[in-house]
């Protein structure tokens, strides 16, 4: 089973990042961004290639410049998250054959994100937008968007995001934080993914 959970390891270290990674991958996450804000980011994302590269979908998050794109592609990544709705971001992913999931918040983003290419729109903040706004903006929505509700949303809530039509969520803090132990992040990944497959 693929489960739509992208861990989000902002702050990670490339001392961590197999590590981590590994206990994401054991515990059934296998969708991995490490946000580019992060200490040798790149570092920490082509250990994690070089491990779980065949497994896992491994790529960057807060990807705000085209020349990282291209970086990403040369390392071969396999998606690019960013917190905004940058089309010359989305177009240069899709031409290195990478997936796209720009942060969205409004219809019009939405729907400028779609139209440069993204597979799937990131709702970002998920917790501003709410489980209604999520409805209000589905219904515009074409038929089959990928949307992923991202900050503040965690096990205690999968379902109701579900029952709204979320595809998936994006998992920070509630996953992995600076200075977490690597026994931390697998028993907090092994009750997301439970709550995650019970809300489905």
């Known amino acids: 089973m693929s489960r739509e959970i992208i861990a989000i390891l902002r702050g990670i270290t490339p001392d ?28 920490s994302i082509g250990q994690m290639l070089g491990k779980h590269g065949g497994a896992a979908m491994i790529g960057a998050g807060t990807v705000l410049e085209v020349s990282d794109v291209e970086r990403l592609h040369e390392m071969g990544a396999h998606m690019v998250v960013s917190p905004d709705a940058n089309a010359s971001v989305i177009v240069a992913t899709k031409q290195a054959g990478m997936l796209s999931f720009p942060g969205v918040m409004t219809p019009t983003e939405c729907f400028a994100a779609l139209h440069a ?29 990928k949307t992923y509700a991202v900050g503040g949303v965690g096990p205690a809530n999968f379902a109701e995001w579900f029952a709204a039509g979320i595809t998936g969520f994006g998992i920070g803090s509630a996953l992995y934080k600076p200075g977490m132990s690597v026994a931390d992040v697998a028993s907090r990944a092994a009750d997301m993914v439970a709550a995650y497959d019970a809300g489905v």
């Open 117 to 145: 290419g993204a597979d799937g729109l990131k709702l970002f903040p998920a917790s501003l937008l709410g489980v209604e706004g999520l409805k209000a903006i589905s219904a515009v929505l074409p038929k089959g968007t």
């Open 16 to 43: 961590e990042a197999l590590p981590v990674a590994d206990a994401l991958m054991d515990a059934g996450i296998t969708r991995i961004e490490v946000p580019l804000n992060s200490p040798d980011a790149f570092e």
